[in-house]
Structures are given as structure tokens and as C-alpha cells.
């Protein structure tokens, strides 16, 4: 596609659901980064794939948050057990390469906001 | 650990003046990139300017234009005639060159809300 895509743009869930949110990067990107962006906030890292390989996730949270980008493409975050302090947009940005030339530009997505009552 | 600090959560310019956001960082890094992001209520970030770090002219596009002072590690936006569509959070970002295991995450500061008053 010509961007980033997310999806849902939008969710609510009850304190205790799962929760799934999906980012489509730009055609043939290696680099999948996910952020949460609290309220009034910077976003805050979370993890990084480089093609289907999961190579950071230290920004995780907690066990409840898991990622994956089985085929090197689409990837998925998903949380568990959804708790409110989960409340935040969460931003999905890919980039074009890996070699040191790599300009470092990411492109964004509009983020998905997941509201935990 | 990289830090980004931009210690203006808000700031208000009249359409058509110049304004001025601040960030400084903190690294032991020598070869990086600074950028400057805006983010609009679609929360879709927007980059609008982008510096690297081994480059001593400060970089411009159009209206935006960035002071680099790299051994004080200052990193300040200034938007020329500003324009209504200008209004939006801007954060500043800092981003390594490629390492393998990190893929040179960006490290964002906590934004400034730019007001436009026509």
C-alpha cells in the first residue's frame, strides 16, 4: 500500500479482554517498530522486527504484551489481560532498510487508540 | 541511555511570525540523526525535518530550518511564516545509525503543542 496501515483506528475493551491490533507496513519494508503513546505523551518504544525476526523487545511492558510478524509483512500486537494504565495510542512505523545508509526516516502509521475501561 | 528533553509543553505564535521549538539530547553517540516530527489531531506522524549528526550546515526545508549545535547538543526548530496548518504537537527525535539489534529505534521527547493564531 502507499503507507502505513492500522486497524483498528479505534477499540474498547474491558478490563481483562485481549486485544489485537494489526499494522500493514509500506510494501517491501524490512524495519517494523511498534510505540505506545500515552496521553499528552511521547511515543515510547516497545519492539522492533527486522523482516520476520522479533530482534528487540525490550519496551515491552510486561508478559502481557506480545508481537509477531510471522511472514515478514503484516505484524500483530497483541495484549492480554487488558489492564486500564493500557490505555494509549499505539503507533506502528516501518522503514526501507537496514545498511548504514540508511537515511533513519520512519514512516508512521495513524495508530490505533485502545481505550481499557 | 539517549534522552530527548524539549521543556516547552506549549507555545502560541501569530500567523505569519516566526516561532521558535527548542530540544536538546543527550548521547555518547557520534554518528546519529536528529529529526523533527509534527503530529496532527489524525495522530499520523509527519516528518517535517531531518539532520545528521556529522553534517555541520543545518539543514532547511522551506519554511522549517533547524540550529544544530551539536557540542551542546541543541537541536531547535524554527517555523518561518506561520501558517493556520502549522498547529499541531512537534516532537523531536533522535535515532543512531543501523544497529542490528535495535534497528536504531527513534527516542522522541515529550512534544510541544503549537498554537497558530490567525
Known amino acids: 500500500g502507499a503507507g502505513v496501515s492500522q486497524s483498528p483506528r479505534y477499540k474498547v475493551a474491558k478490563r481483562g479482554q485481549d486485544v489485537a491490533l494489526r499494522c500493514d507496513p509500506i510494501s517491501g519494508h524490512v524495519s517494523l517498530f511498534w510505540y505506545q503513546q500515552a496521553l499528552g505523551q511521547g511515543p515510547e518504544f516497545l519492539t522492533y522486527?527486522?523482516?520476520?525476526?522479533?530482534?528487540?523487545k525490550s519496551g515491552l511492558p510486561s508478559d502481557r504484551f506480545f508481537a509477531e510478524r510471522p511472514e515478514g509483512s503484516v505484524s500483530t500486537l497483541k495484549i492480554q489481560r487488558t489492564q486500564q494504565e493500557d490505555s494509549a495510542v499505539y503507533l506502528c512505523?516501518?522503514?526501507?532498510?537496514?545498511?548504514?545508509?540508511?537515511?533513519?526516516?520512519?514512516?508512521f502509521g495513524e495508530g490505533s487508540r485502545l481505550t481499557v475501561l | 541511555a539517549q534522552t530527548v528533553t524539549q521543556s516547552q509543553p506549549e507555545m502560541s505564535v501569530q500567523e505569519a511570525e516566526t516561532v521558535t521549538l527548542g530540544c536538546t539530547y543527550d548521547?555518547?553517540?557520534?554518528?546519529?540523526?536528529l529529526f523533527w516530527y509534527k503530529q496532527p489531531p489524525s495522530r499520523q506522524m509527519i516528518l517535517v525535518i531531518r539532520?545528521?549528526?556529522?553534517?555541520?550546515q543545518n539543514a532547511t526545508e522551506n519554511r522549517f530550518s533547524v540550529n544544530f549545535q551539536k557540542a551542546a547538543k541543541s537541536f531547535s526548530l524554527k517555523i518561518s511564516d506561520s501558517q493556520l496548518g502549522d498547529a499541531a504537537m512537534y516532537f523531536c527525535?533522535?535515532?543512531?545509525?543501523?544497529?542490528?539489534?535495535?534497528?536504531?529505534?527513534?527516542?522522541f521527547g515529550e512534544g510541544t503543542q503549537l498554537t497558530v493564531n490567525p
Open positions: 548521547t555518547s553517540e557520534s554518528d546519529y540523526y
Open positions: 522486527f527486522q523482516n520476520e525476526a522479533q530482534l528487540d
Open positions: 512505523a516501518s522503514s526501507r532498510g537496514l545498511a548504514v545508509a540508511n537515511t533513519g526516516e520512519l514512516f
Open positions: 539532520q545528521e549528526a556529522y553534517k555541520q
Open positions: 527525535a533522535y535515532r543512531i545509525l543501523f544497529k542490528e539489534t535495535s534497528g536504531s529505534r527513534l527516542t
